[in-house]
């Protein structure tokens, strides 16, 4: 088990920044990859980012080149840093950890953090 607590969220203007911050209760290095996730009104959770124990990282195509995810192993806390922010990414931003067994997946969420842009 594991605790996730996202911060950051807020109201923006399009073009603008954020940056988003999930905290863990336990060593995120034990789990195989820690992520975030979006969901807006009327939608379907999707994945935003995604970074491996070993710091491989992944990305939406409709983030790349705006976003970028990273990991601070020793505060257990992974972040979202988000420029050039557009409407559409309005959503509750999600962390998620993830954890590989044998053949049995593992994921945790944490509550969601509310971002807003504005036109």
């Known amino acids: 088990q594991v605790q996730l607590v996202e911060s950051g969220g807020g109201l923006v203007q399009a073009g603008g920044s954020l940056r988003l911050s999930c905290a863990a209760s336990?060593?995120?290095?034990?789990?195989?990859?820690m992520g975030w996730y979006r969901q807006a009104p009327g939608k379907q959770r999707e994945l935003v980012a995604s970074i491996s124990n070993g710091g491989t990282t992944n990305y939406a195509d409709f983030v790349k080149g705006r976003f970028t995810i990273s990991r601070d192993n020793a505060k257990n806390t992974v972040y979202l840093q988000m420029n050039s922010l557009k409407p559409e990414d309005t959503a509750v931003y999600h962390c998620?950890?993830?954890?590989?067994?044998?053949?049995?997946?593992?994921?945790?969420w944490g509550q969601g953090t509310q971002v807003t842009v504005s036109s």
């Open positions: 998620n950890a993830h954890r590989r067994i044998i053949t049995t997946d593992y994921n945790y």
């Open positions: 336990r060593n995120i290095f034990s789990f195989n990859a």
